[in-house]
């Protein structure tokens, strides 16, 4: 459906310009041009439309009076197709090129946002507080990304300053919040202790039964052959001595598999949060 729209439009764009004299020539009218893209852009072709709307732009004798909305519509474009170092140096051209605009503070939002995207948490909060900071612009999308960017990386404390109940959108963001801060975690400590006790108890405690299950029943079958041995043939049982020694290295292993168990638990549980923020983020920052 979507390339039928794509072909009706290219129709209409060829049926235009052969109403003027020069078919050929009045095709690549840049208003042409740049009607296939906004319609690119609509139908979320943004790869596509990046290249209409650069196009758009080169088929002009001199870059137009709203060439800073065009550079907008690239960024985003990219942005949205998770080129973002492409979106950044877009977003900069607004920047650099036109310091009067009133694009400026999206562009900086937007720039904020990318590197948000790409992790770069304290580099995305650098970039908002150079422009907002300095140029005191009230905007609650600015206070609210750099919150965010603190949630990733677990400054609660830091977050909760920058927000206030009256912001859009409040509500949703103080749930993310207070979801971080009682992030479940599982003590690496309690983990190992309990499966010195119970061989594979500390798996089970960090949520990983069938690991426990094989732990417990490996240990305790290659214990159970090294006490065979020994009480057949005393301390010079062969049987004995390889069992009880494989049986040490999986009692050993079950302890030290327990701790990673305990660390690999709470990583799962951050990687969800920051997941789940990243969506957020996305979802609300267009």
Known sequence: MKYLKMIFVFIICVAFSLAGKDSEIEYFRPENIRRFADYLYDEKQYTKAAAEYQR?????????????????KIALCYRFS???KYSINYFKKI????????????????????YALMDSFMVSNKVLESYFLDHLTEDPRANQLRALNHMQRQEWAKARDLLNETMPN????????GKGEKLPKKNRFLSGMFSAVIPGSGKYYCERPMD????????????WQAYEGFKEDGLHSVKGWIFGVLGGLFYLGNIYGS?????????????????????????NFK
């Open 56 to 72: 758009f732009l080169f088929a002009t004798d001199s870059f137009p009076g709203n060439a800073d909305s065009i550079f907008l």
């Open 259 to 283: 701790v990673v168990a305990a660390d690999i638990y709470n990583e799962e549980q951050e990687a969800m949060f920051k997941i789940s923020v990243k969506k957020y983020l996305d979802e």
């Open 82 to 84: 998770e080129s973002y």
């Open 212 to 223: 426990g299950f094989h732990s417990f029943v490996t240990t305790g079958i290659t214990t």
């Open 95 to 114: 920047i650099n090129q036109y310091d009067q605009s009133y694009l400026l503070t999206e562009a900086y939002l937007e720039i904020g946002v990318c």
């Open 170 to 177: 409040s509500r949703d963001i103080f749930l993310l919040l």
